[in-house]
């Protein structure tokens, strides 16, 4: 199969959280709670499901390829002009499409190297040459060293704020900052996955940031609980979103994720409700891991930092009680665990079987 092999071929696959099915058949468990995948765990607004429910049975017929009703819900509540938008399978797909429409052979892209680790795949399927720059202290984007990375090659840069996985937020005066020493034309994505967990204090860089080839990347996967759905979106000049959407697939969001999307998107206070939970016990869990001096550092998303020296063992250890954390070995960060913040009975329970390890480990 020599000629079949890609040039692409090196491509390392991305590790997802491990499935409770998958944890409950290797370890003969009957239950398991996973906070592995920054899910959110309390599910999906009630009107979502609804709205999924009601339109099930009309999934015999193609979904509307341009999702119209979303992208009319989508601009109304950002203020923007529906061609300035770009929707995807989760917006793992809207970076994919970005990075594939903007970087090729021969062409760099920019990210932290604790970015998410979507950026470094995505480039890497392009074809494109991957700038993987150093953070300021071993969590946070170095934003300077970033600026000094780009060149006339650079086609994209990606800086997702919050970060996953080390939680880190830059404030919308330094992104400026950081935008206006950029050269014009370079596409600077700017990945939102966690933005509703922190919009009280953020302000709104969909109209306060400013810069050509800006694009902001949200989706309906964390704070509005459709993971599953699989919708995520960006917000972009609308030259930018017509050269993407040549790059998108027909139908690349399924019929039921358009009409959740909608849904949740209207139930405003089911979404601010679950972001003040998860605010609240995020909080919590930091306490607590800080008091047993724990804390790998101060997250502003939906999961913490777990930092310990024996994190394989500690791992080990959860996934025989039934909790799935996630190793960050793969983002070179060995002695990390991140731990989704679940409900508080979840929480409870995690915090309870750390201890227990904890004392089995001394
Ligand atoms: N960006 C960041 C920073 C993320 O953490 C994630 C999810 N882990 C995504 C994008 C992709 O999320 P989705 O494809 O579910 O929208």
Known sequence: LARAVPQTSGLYPYVPGKPVETLLREKGLSRAVKLASNENPYGPSPKAIAAMQHAAAGVNRYPDGDANLLKDALASFHHVNRDQLLLGNGSNEVLDILIRTFAGAGDEVVFS??????????A??????????????????????????????????????????????HGNDRLQDFLDSLPRDVVVIIDEAYYEFVADTQGDSVHDLSHPGLVISRTFSKAYGLAGCRVGYAIA???????????????????LAQVAAVAALDDREWVMARVAENNQERQRLESALD???????????????????????????????GIIP??????????????????????????????????ELQ
């Open 113 to 122: 190297s604790r970015g998410f680790i979507v950026y470094a795949l995505a």
């Open 124 to 169: 890497q399927a392009a074809g494109a040459t991957s700038v993987s720059v150093p953070e300021a202290d071993g969590l946070t984007h170095d934003l300077e060293a970033m600026a000094h990375a780009v060149n006339e090659k650079t086609k994209v840069v990606c800086v997702a704020n919050p970060n996953n996985p080390t939680g880190t937020l």
């Open 237 to 255: 000049d609308a030259e930018i979103t017509a050269l993407a959407n040549r790059y998108r697939e027909p139908f690349n969001l399924n019929l």
């Open 291 to 321: 008091g047993l001096g724990l804390l790998g550092g101060r997250c502003f998303g939906n999961f913490v930092l777990l930092r310990h020296a024996q994190c394989g063992e500690l791992l080990r250890s959860f996934e025989d009680r």
């Open 326 to 359: 996630r190793p960050l070995a793969p983002y070179g960060m060995a002695d990390y665990l991140r731990i989704s913040v679940g409900t508080a009975d979840e929480n409870n329970e995690f915090l309870q079987m750390l201890n227990v390890i904890l004392a």
